[in-house]
């Protein structure tokens, strides 16, 4: 699902158009790199970096670090201590596994709400940027 930009600016004046549409295919996201993304580097989040989710990518990150460091931790403790690190390490990247799915399912969605928000944007900033269509609107 891509957003049709030359659809949602055809009320801007034809000056317009092209800088909004520049400005459109630069800031874009694609939706097969952040499905590339998600199927090979989602356990660590980087399809959530790539849409500057900043936030969730870093959870996601930070709960396969605990959980790798938990599974390692299992394997060079002592024995009562082992088995615990070992399943909470498991247990944490199965989290993340499941949340990575989930993320393969939504992430074209995520994707084409992103891209409209930006053309929105543009588009608005574009419109208002020019006086007559203030005077129109009063």
């Not at 630069?26 to 980087?46: E, N, P, S, V």
């Not at 605990?66 to 615990?84: D, K, M, R, S, W």
């Not at 399912?105 to 053309?119: E, M, P, Y």
Request: some cysteine.
């Amino acid at each position: 699902m891509s957003v049709d930009i030359a659809q949602l600016s055809a009320h801007l004046a034809p000056d317009q158009q092209g800088p909004v549409k520049r400005a459109y295919q630069r800031a874009a996201k694609h939706d097969t790199t952040a499905f590339l993304l998600c199927f090979f580097l989602g356990l660590f989040g980087a399809h959530r970096f790539y849409m500057n989710r900043m936030g969730s990518g870093l959870a996601h990150l930070g709960l396969t670090v605990v959980g790798i460091a938990a599974l390692v931790g299992g394997f060079l403790t002592q024995q009562p201590l082992n088995i615990i690190l070992f399943v909470a390490g498991l247990l944490l990247l199965l989290f993340g596994l499941i949340w990575e799915a989930i993320d393969l399912f939504a992430i074209d969605n995520q994707v084409h709400a992103r891209n409209l928000a930006l053309a929105e944007r543009l588009i608005s900033a574009a419109a208002f940027a020019d006086p007559t269509v203030l005077h129109q609107a009063a």
